[in-house]
């Protein structure tokens, strides 16, 4: 069975504040990508990150992709309340399937 | 927004009958899927399609059927639903298997009492 770890599972924080989540697998993924969702929507993505030891970077969110393509992780600079939300990480294999982390719930307090 | 529409949005039903839930897409996408999410399990693989009538099985595909008769359309039945079967689902497509990035639909709450 192949398994994404996402942590931490929630996580409550200040404006203002810097905070990062991981994804961390024993196996390796031909790419891995980021969602975020929101209460009554469903997940949208954010980036796909391909290459082993790739950075991507959308405006305060970094994203960066292990060596060894099996471990993400996602900072945030300067958290906003506008970042609110649950997180996810899904690692592409093949057969058509994404393994999916189990999310981290993200609150930025004012 | 990719066009996306599940039906119903909210469904409550009770335990033994049998429920199908819709998925419509405008993108004419190839691959369609459906996954339920629960607390604790992130979203799961039930059912997907590579193409009008082509189908296959998810990591969780017990007690659950699907149907694609035109490429715009993803029916997901469930035969005699459970109270297990109590969760979101939610239908997704995109272009492509592998890196091709998801599109969701903004999901179906089901409460199977």
């Known amino acids: 069975t192949q398994l994404l770890e996402q942590s931490p599972q929630f996580l409550s924080i200040q404006e203002g504040e810097n905070l990062t989540v991981y994804c961390n697998s024993s196996s390796v993924f031909s790419s891995l990508q980021w969602y975020r969702q929101e209460p009554g929507e469903g997940p949208v993505l954010l980036v796909t990150?391909?290459?082993g030891g790739e950075v991507k970077k959308l405006k305060r969110l970094t994203f960066q992709f292990g060596d060894a393509r099996k471990d993400s992780s996602l900072h945030i600079t300067a958290a906003q309340t506008g970042d609110t939300g649950l997180y996810l990480c899904?690692?592409?294999?093949?057969?058509?399937?994404?393994?999916w982390g189990a999310g981290t719930k993200l609150i930025i307090k004012p | 927004d990719a066009g996306i529409t599940q039906s119903p949005r909210h469904k409550v039903t009770e335990t033994g009958t049998p429920v199908t839930l819709r998925c419509h897409q405008t993108?004419?996408?190839?691959?369609m899927y459906w996954y339920r999410q629960d607390p604790g399990h992130g979203l799961r693989l039930i059912h997907y399609?590579?193409?009008?009538?082509?189908?296959d099985k998810g990591e969780v595909s017990d007690g659950y059927s699907v149907s694609r008769s035109k490429t715009e359309d993803f029916l997901l039945t469930l035969e005699s639903a459970t109270s297990s079967q109590t969760s979101v689902y939610f239908c997704a497509i995109s272009v492509r298997t592998e890196n091709s990035p998801l599109h969701f639909g903004n999901g179906t709450r089901l409460t199977v009492t």
């Open positions: 990150v391909v290459t």
């Open positions: 399609s590579y193409g009008v009538k082509d189908t």
């Open positions: 993108e004419n996408h190839r691959y």
């Open positions: 899904a690692g592409a294999v093949s057969n058509y399937q994404l393994i």
